[in-house]
């Protein structure tokens, strides 16, 4: 697992009740990478967030680190 996933998979564990269900899985797109997180049911509230605030920081998060290595990529919520 690259850095990217890896701080991806360590920032929702943090986030969930149930940490070892998170799942991160790396595809590629046309033009960017994806990575899908995938968590429990009952934990994909806590990984959007009210209003999609927390998501919407894992993305900037990850869009940052991404940039810093000259790479485009988009994080998917799998439920």
Do not use: K
Request: glycine residues 8%; charged residues 30%; hydrophobic residues 50%.
């Amino acid at each position: 697992m690259e850095a990217m996933e890896a701080m991806v998979a360590e920032i929702a564990r943090c986030l969930v009740a149930h940490p070892e269900q998170v799942e991160v899985e790396r595809l590629q797109g046309d033009s960017r990478l994806v990575i899908a997180l995938q968590v429990a049911e009952e934990d994909v509230g806590q990984v959007i967030g009210r209003g999609g605030r927390v998501a919407t920081a894992l993305r900037t998060v990850l869009r940052a680190a991404a940039s810093e290595r000259g790479q485009r990529v988009a994080l998917d919520i799998v439920d």
